[in-house]
């Protein structure tokens, strides 16, 4: 039967539920179809800013601090900004000179550089700053970097500090510090957690607790592979770079960092890994290495931009549904990006306390044969268990995909899915403004007659973009913070909104998709897991003027099966979000199309083996006539030892490309064996062939006595002779 696909027909429908209060809708309405916040700028100076950090005050939601890499001095500082009204205004100023390590320990005239800042709050307000601080004009270099941390207990107005993690220096480099804070109220309750790389000598990944409020830090521990060459004749040294610590609902914390495959005798691969230790005694020990996935590592966005696999998470603390979830967020370029050579932002969770982890999803959700790169996630969790992802994206610049902008998503499930994503920059961002001529490099502070600081007027746009950004979140009210050009240099901007009731992001069936007439949709959530329900719409065209189902008031299952749709065709498929407690709905979802295919594959014809044939080879070939289906998709060939298929021993062969096959392993068992095909197509119809059966011996040809051999034994025994069984094709 030759068969193809209508592309529009006519449906009946037998569902057993009312079908009334249809809605017709004119248009489509696009994904994320919500106004982009407010966007703010923090920074006004001609100089180059990058690598936001930013949180709440978690008793007061009017004090938001932010920091960042600032160059107003024509060299690396760091910026604070302090929002006293919700982050509709905000001040900004720099780390006094006073204030910094290297200039304490060395003087002022010195010349510090402080670099990478980080940030984090504990539950009872008290904000930390950790910061890079060292001196670049000492040789040598290794010599003079410190991780120094800054304390504020009065809502960002005054710091205290810097208290160093270590008290001399090297000789070694620290790099890329983050820290976090334990606000889960257990036996850790306050630590205060770093975790870094320090070059050289040997390079490794190192950590640091603080008990007493970040004022001093215990014993060094190293939790990563420590590499004082390159193993196996490699050219490269990587001990892991970007590490995270995290900390779990039980008290647990999590290490996380970039790094080189290593095989059992620290050899390097060429791929990049995600490595993760876990301490359970609130950071005194750590559990030995293991590996969670394989990650492109770096890579570079259009505009010279660049990215990296690095990891952004945070774990539920909530006593929630999802409490003890770990999850993790990162710019990845995987196997099904190759062909365009784009970059995704993934993510990854456990529900385990970090034992296992799941499969890698995509959060962000243009189109897959877009060129445009999504990079430099920053994740959190919000105090209900709403996990909360910004990141950047090109999807706003076709056909070039070269500016960029912000973007957020939200997942209400505990990280099984993620909603539409939505534009948080209201204006797009150049490459080429974060672009200039190198930084002249003073390692003074200039000032003037009255003593105050001097901008630098040189051209320090210098360098790209940064390699993080930031996101914090007060239950449902959220800021963001992050490097933005649309001024024509690199400013930090913010914005501020509450967590949106976005229209569904529909998951399954996909665009085109063949399916059953008994179809399972499924989508995303869209909001908050006990306040959310859903209407589903199903229709033979695009503007659901000819309904086939509407199913209002489901509940929180984002999962429906439409019972029967007879007839083939396309039917078109949306949804919609109705907050229960308020009584708001969202936009309707993007409209999804699928092709309806009813009809079953024609059945296949057992060829061989013969039914009811008896032989003696331990391997044989099966044969069967072509199935006929314009869809078609593979074969199964099922094999048991009862005509039921229900046995112990029974297996399935599945993804059988054609009409043969030959078993793998060996039969093992005497007896009679029973066997069938069945052929599916790609909707999921199938037809399944009658059964066959065949009776295998375990048997040497001329061995009449069973002995294993063929000999002068065998001449004058009939204890196993089989008339027949030795002439012709035994295995057919």
Request: hydrophobic share 35%.
């Amino acid at each position: 039967m030759n068969r193809t696909p209508i592309l529009t027909g006519r449906f009946a429908i037998s569902l057993g539920i009312a079908v009334c209060c249809f809605t017709v809708l004119p248009k489509i309405l696009r994904t994320a179809s919500i106004p982009t916040p407010a966007n703010i700028r923090i920074t006004n100076i001609p100089q180059l800013n990058n690598e936001e950090q930013v949180f709440f005050s978690p008793l007061d939601s009017n004090i938001i601090i932010a920091n960042w890499r600032d160059f107003r001095l024509g060299f690396r500082q760091v910026g604070i900004g302090r929002s006293t009204d919700g982050g509709m205004t905000w001040t900004d100023s720099l780390i006094e000179p006073l204030m910094q390590y290297t200039n304490i320990i060395n003087g002022v005239g010195f010349g510090a550089w402080q670099s990478d800042p980080t940030m984090t709050v504990d539950a009872e307000g008290n904000f930390y700053m950790s910061i890079l601080d060292f001196s670049p004009s000492a040789p040598p270099e290794n010599d003079t970097s410190f991780i120094v941390f800054y304390k504020s207990a009065d809502k960002g107005i005054s710091w205290t500090g810097p208290f160093p993690t270590l008290p001399v220096p090297g000789p070694q480099f620290e790099d890329k510090q983050f820290i976090t804070v334990d606000r889960t109220g257990g036996p850790h309750h306050g630590n205060v957690y770093v975790s870094w790389t320090r070059f050289p000598n040997p390079d490794r990944i190192v950590f640091q607790r603080s008990i007493d409020g970040g004022q001093t830090f215990g014993d060094t521990i190293i939790v990563g592979p420590i590499l004082t060459s390159s193993p196996c004749g490699a050219s490269l040294i990587d001990a892991g770079q970007f590490s995270i610590p995290i900390v779990s609902s039980n008290g647990s914390v999590h290490v996380i960092w970039i790094g080189r495959e290593l095989d059992s005798t620290f050899c390097q691969i060429n791929s990049s890994v995600f490595h993760h230790v876990t301490s359970f005694d609130g950071g005194q020990t750590f559990s030995p290495r293991t590996d969670i996935l394989r990650v492109s590592g770096f890579t570079q966005a259009p505009g010279e931009l660049n990215t990296y696999s690095q990891p952004a998470g945070d774990a539920d603390i909530t006593g929630g549904p999802f409490d003890g979830n770990v999850y993790i967020s990162f710019t990845n370029r995987g196997p099904e990006d190759m062909s365009l050579f784009r970059t995704d932002v993934d993510f990854i969770r456990s529900t385990d306390n970090g034992i296992t982890w799941g499969g890698r999803i995509q959060i962000n959700d243009d189109p897959d044969n877009q060129l445009a790169d999504s990079f430099h996630p920053w994740l959190t969790v919000n105090q209900e268990g709403v996990v909360i992802v910004v990141f950047e994206d090109h999807r706003e610049n076709p056909p070039l995909y070269r500016n960029f902008d912000l973007f957020a998503a939200y997942s209400f499930d505990g990280g099984e899915t993620f909603s539409a994503n939505h534009r948080i920059s209201d204006v797009s961002s150049t490459p080429e403004s974060l672009l200039g001529t190198s930084l002249s490099k003073p390692r003074v502070w200039p000032r003037d007659e009255n003593g105050d600081v001097i901008m630098v007027p040189v051209n320090s746009r210098a360098g790209l973009l940064g390699e993080y950004i930031g996101v914090t979140a007060f239950f449902d009210k959220i800021n963001a913070v992050w490097t933005d050009s649309r001024d024509g240099n690199s400013e930090v901007y913010t914005a501020n909104w509450y967590l949106p009731l976005l229209e569904p992001r529909l998951r399954s069936p996909a665009e085109g998709e063949q399916v059953t007439a008994s179809p399972q949709l499924s989508w995303a959530t869209s909001w908050k897991h006990d306040q959310d329900r859903y209407r589903v719409e199903v229709s033979s065209d695009m503007s659901f003027s000819n309904p086939l189902l509407l199913q209002d008031s489901l509940t929180t299952d984002t999962n429906f099966a439409v019972v029967t749709l007879s007839g083939d065709g396309t039917a078109f498929w949306r949804v919609k979000t109705f907050d229960i407690v308020t009584g708001d709905s969202s936009d309707y979802s993007a409209v999804r199309g699928f092709i309806v295919d009813n009809v079953e594959p024609t059945i296949a014809t057992l060829l061989a083996p013969d039914d009811q044939k008896t032989f003696n080879i331990a391997k044989p070939s099966f044969d069967w006539s072509d199935v006929f289906d314009i869809n078609f998709a593979s074969y199964e060939l099922n094999l048991s030892q009862d005509s039921l298929f229900v046995s112990p021993g029974s297996v399935t062969f599945d993804n059988i490309s054609f009409s043969e096959f030959s078993l793998p392993q060996p039969l093992t068992i005497e007896g009679v064996y029973f066997w069938r095909v069945r052929a599916l197509d790609v909707a999921g119809n199938s037809s399944t062939s009658e059964t066959f059966s065949f009776s295998y011996i375990d048997f040497t040809c001329g061995d009449a006595n069973g002995s294993g051999t063929v000999n002068i034994a065998d001449v004058t025994s009939q204890v196993r002779a089989t008339p027949g069984l030795c002439l012709g094709d035994m295995s057919q």
